[in-house]
């Protein structure tokens, strides 16, 4: 998850502006999250939900998409296994990963 929160404010940036960023930020090589930007030109390229992925501004994991897809197939996956008795080694595999892995 912490890759996902990394990458969410250069979101779509080619290789050179993300190097760009943290050179003109006094921050490269980079050793922790993106900084915040201190001019509007840096904001204005900044992914929509950037807000809370930089340094300083984190206080909760930012909704993403490729966490969505991992969750909610960890809970399909979880349902569908309580009623397919068919593969029983893949299912006692999914269910330790499954059941050790989610809070609930």
Not at 19 to 47: A, G, V
């Amino acid at each position: 998850m912490q890759g996902v929160s990394l990458g969410k404010a250069v979101e779509e940036w080619d290789k050179q502006l993300i190097e760009c960023y943290p050179r003109e930020m006094q921050s490269y090589p980079l050793k922790n999250y993106f900084p915040t930007p201190l001019n509007s030109i840096w904001k204005d390229r900044m992914h929509t939900q950037a807000e809370g992925t930089l340094l300083g501004s984190i206080h909760h994991m930012v909704r993403d998409d490729d966490i969505d897809y991992t969750i909610l197939n960890l809970y399909y996956r979880r349902i569908w296994f309580k009623f397919d008795l068919t593969r029983y080694s893949e299912r006692v595999a999914y269910s330790s990963i499954i059941y050790t892995s989610l809070p609930c």
